[in-house]
């Protein structure tokens, strides 16, 4: 089984309690909008492979590639923080006050950014929610350190 949100759809519909989506159908729109915002606007160009590419056929310097990184997380992110600050149906979470797939897509991102030292401090909303996510065990467990394969 491949690609993140075709993953965590399939696990809704096995397991859908607790949802992490929305009852009615403008709702979930509006969650998968925000989570394909990040998986599939955000986190593309900002991958690995992107990064070794750019040194490799243009010479890219760590400190062009840290450019790069920083410049499309922060447009991404601010986007998102925009959609969020705005949106009435933003609660606790992305989407009201229980965790939808929004939050499991903009979590890993955070900790993406955090790692390559990307200022945060424009998205109050962004921050706000993560903490609220980083404050359940369901998150905390799904950290990237505490997998089984993490190196
Ligand atoms: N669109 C894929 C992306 C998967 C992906 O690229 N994962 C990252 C780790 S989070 C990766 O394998 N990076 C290595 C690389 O870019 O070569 C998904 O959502 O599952």
Known sequence: MTQSLAIIEYLEETHPQPPLLPASAENRARVRALAQTIACDIHPVNNLRILQYLGREFGATQEQKDAWYRHWVEAGLLAVEQLLAAHPGTGVFCHGDA??????????????????????????????IVAACEALPAFRNAAPALQPDAE
């Open 99 to 128: 965790p939808t797939l929004a939050d499991c897509c903009l979590v890993p991102q955070i900790f993406n950014a955090r790692r390559f030292d990307c200022p945060l401090e424009a998205m109050p909303t962004i921050r706000r």
